[in-house]
T-cell receptor, first 112, second 114 residues
Framework: RKEVEQDPGPFNVPEGATVAFNCTYS??????FFWYRQDCRKEPKLLMS???SGNEDGRFTAQLNRASQYISLLIRDSKLSDSATYLC?????????????FGTGTQLKVEL | DGGITQSPKYLFRKEGQNVTLSCEQN?????MYWYRQDPGQGLRLIYY???????QKGDIAEGYSVSREKKESFPLTVTSAQKNPTAFYLC?????????????FGEGSRLTVL
């Protein structure tokens, strides 16, 4: 299994829909996980952190399933502005600092 | 406003030429990073530095060099030894010492080798 694996999509959904995508990880010792958002040809930005069972921030919910080693991102009431690529990120444990492993990203397109 | 500034935003170079990408931050972060992003691939770590005058190789350091003479600055040189230099290069910074997962990225430099 790859360190971090995501379905590249694209996920095409109508405005107002609920959409969820998963990310699997290989290191069972990982304790924290992150979702970054990256707009087309822009830099990634931190969207949410997941430290235990899950995290909710407005329309966004991130959940962690340790037994199956995946995290999910749920977006409710999708907006056109949610169209972006969502990167799943897992810290490494070698050395110090924020050494992170980035997934390839899942592309979301929200349409009228 | 605090942030990270990368320059140039777009850069074209001929094969065999070295090029240096600039990265400056005024966030007072100790740690800085260089990533490379290619289509269909995740961000890959080139080099990182946790403190001034110290840096470590990341996963794909071959063909690249860095320096960290000042806290605010972490320039990346793409040398002629790098076989596939055309890519989107992202500089980032973070607070040192912990896996908080939060990196602050610059807007990136898009390098094309002709």
């Amino acid at each position: 299994r790859k360190e971090v694996e995501q379905d590249p999509g694209p996920f095409n959904v109508p405005e107002g829909a609920t959409v969820a995508f998963n990310c699997t990880y290989s290191n069972s010792a990982s304790q924290s996980f992150f979702w970054y958002r990256q707009d087309c040809r822009k830099e990634p930005k931190l969207l949410m952190s997941v430290y235990s069972s899950g995290n909710e921030d407005g329309r966004f919910t991130a959940q962690l399933n340790r037994a199956s080693q995946y995290i999910s991102l749920l977006i409710r009431d999708s907006k056109l502005s949610d169209s972006a690529t969502y990167l799943c990120v897992v810290p490494r444990f070698t050395g110090g600092g924020n050494k992170l492993t980035f997934g390839t990203g899942t592309q979301l397109k929200v349409e009228l | 406003d605090g942030g990270i500034t990368q320059s140039p935003k777009y850069l074209f170079r001929k094969e065999g030429q070295n090029v240096t990408l600039s990265c400056e931050q005024n966030l007072n972060h100790d740690a800085m990073y260089w990533y490379r992003q290619d289509p269909g691939q995740g961000l890959r770590l080139i080099y990182y530095s946790q403190i001034v005058n110290d840096f470590q190789k990341g996963d794909i350091a071959e063909g690249y060099s860095v320096s960290r003479e000042k806290k605010e600055s972490f320039p990346l040189t793409v040398t002629s030894a790098q076989k596939n230099p055309t890519a989107f290069y992202l500089c980032a910074s973070s607070i040192a010492g912990g896996n908080t997962g939060e990196l602050f990225f610059g807007e990136g430099s898009r390098l094309t080798v002709l």
